[in-house]
């Protein structure tokens, strides 16, 4: 009889766990680590905290449910509508989660990339340097050190919810389809 309330009192702690990283992903606007929700979730092992990861992932995706969960380079995870519900609902919801001037910067990163940071702080100016840390920390873009530089690029995220191929010609395209034309602008 002990042994089976050990196996039951597991499986709560697991539970309440699994709900605890679903919360923490459905809160947060940026990748959460793995270690962050592991410590948040009161689990001691790493593969445990993805096993309930890859769960909520495959239950979203086995009902049908219009989010998902992606993982990212360093263990990180976001939970994030899909793109093809993304586009239906978006100009619906009013509610705008970058600035202007960060979104300025992650269309300058994404048409130009990769790009050198410095290079976007001598187009965009100082405060790009601050947006740059901004859009990183969402998992928007990834930054590589090549030298003495820093390159640029967006991830894997930003081309799901931009709808397209994680690739910047796919990227390039889709940002010069949505993108005004002079004469519109003009119009305006």
Do not use: C
Not at 79 to 95: I, M
Not at 114 to 132: D, H, I, L
Not at 146 to 175: M, Q, Y
């Amino acid at each position: 009889m002990p042994k089976k309330a050990g196996t039951e009192d597991a499986g709560r702690v697991e539970a309440i766990a699994k709900a605890l990283i679903e919360a923490a992903l459905f809160l947060s606007d940026r990748p959460l680590s793995i270690e962050k929700l592991r410590s948040l979730s009161g689990l001691r092992s790493r593969n445990k905290v993805e096993a309930l990861v890859e769960d909520l992932r495959r239950e979203y995706e086995e009902s049908g449910r219009a989010f998902t969960i992606s993982k990212f380079r360093g263990e990180s995870f976001m939970l994030h509508v899909k793109p093809e519900w993304l586009s239906l609902v978006k100009r619906h919801v009013g509610k705008t989660v970058l600035s202007t001037g960060v979104l300025r910067t992650l269309s300058f990163i994404a048409y130009h990339q990769p790009v050198e940071k410095s290079t976007v702080a001598a187009v965009r100016g100082g405060r790009a340097y601050a947006q740059v840390r901004e859009l990183t920390e969402r998992g928007l873009i990834e930054a590589e050190r090549r030298g003495r530089s820093t390159l640029l690029k967006t991830t894997k995220l930003f081309a799901e919810l931009l709808g397209v191929e994680d690739n910047p010609a796919a990227i390039r395209k889709k940002i010069q389809e949505v993108m005004p034309s002079p004469e519109e602008e003009r119009k305006s």
